[in-house]
């Protein structure tokens, strides 16, 4: 049980276009997303947390309109990379929080952003 | 602000040794307090969490952690190293206060093994 999926696994894009990752948990349902960023050989930085219904809040230095996240049902969270630049290249990874309690996080196997 | 500090950002032992990683925390109130295992390429798996009760926690793969709140740490431990084991460790907190259980990680450590 608790299985996040995450796609696509990997992408490359051109740089000026806009990628779209998806969240998924399986076998549960999830008020609460976290979206992760992860450098090479670093650790998980926390972009936003995402609710089911609500905007999403951003942590401080992620730029809200750069990084679009949509929390449309209790089982998907979205988050649309817009205007891609080479900076942005990077290991995207979500996690969820069951619904009614509990605070653990199950991850994503992440995704494996590359922009040319 | 709450902050996690791992000791060590690569660590090597040589296969049935002794396995320590180092994990401090910076909050006064004890957090709830989490291992997470990551293997190359992919996401974060959890080994083991304390969130109250016995402060040695047990985890999966033969890892388990002990809680000391007098010296504000949750080490990682197992008694005999796997070459499987090698891989990133990521000790994390989360504060009990927080509605959205906001996860704060510490830097990792790499833990590689040898025959």
């Known amino acids: 049980g608790a299985v996040v999926s995450q796609h696509p696994s990997w992408v490359i894009c051109k740089s000026g276009t806009s990628v779209k990752i998806e969240c998924r948990s399986l076998?549960?349902?999830?008020?609460?997303m976290f979206w992760y960023r992860q450098f090479p050989k670093q650790s998980l930085m926390l972009m936003a947390t995402?609710?089911?219904?609500?905007?999403?809040?951003?942590e401080q230095g992620v730029e809200k309109d750069k990084f679009l996240i949509n929390h449309a049902s209790l089982t998907l969270s979205t988050l649309t990379v817009t205007s891609a630049h080479p900076e942005d290249s990077s290991f995207y990874i979500c996690?969820?929080?069951?619904?009614?309690?509990?605070?653990?996080?199950?991850f994503g196997p992440g995704t494996r952003l590359t922009v040319l | 602000a709450q902050s996690v500090t791992q000791l060590g950002s690569h660590v090597s032992v040589s296969e049935g040794a002794l396995v320590l990683l180092r994990c401090n925390y910076s909050?006064?109130?004890?957090?709830?307090l989490f291992w997470y295992v990551q293997y190359p390429n992919q996401g974060l798996q959890l080994l083991l969490k304390?969130?109250?009760?016995?402060?040695l926690v047990k985890g999966i793969n033969g890892f388990e952690a002990e809680f000391k709140k007098s010296e504000t740490s949750f080490h990682l431990t197992k008694p005999s190293a796997h070459m499987s084991d090698a891989a990133e460790y990521f000790c994390?907190?989360?504060?009990?206060?927080?509605?959205?259980?906001?996860?704060?990680f510490g830097a990792g450590t790499r833990l590689a093994v040898h025959p």
């Open positions: 995402s609710n089911e219904g609500s905007k999403a809040t951003y």
């Open positions: 909050s006064s109130v004890p957090p709830y």
């Open positions: 994390a907190v989360s504060d009990r206060a927080g509605g959205y259980n906001k996860l704060i």
């Open positions: 304390y969130t109250t009760g016995a402060t």
């Open positions: 076998d549960f349902q999830a008020t609460t």
């Open positions: 996690s969820a929080r069951l619904a009614g309690g509990g605070n653990e996080q199950f």
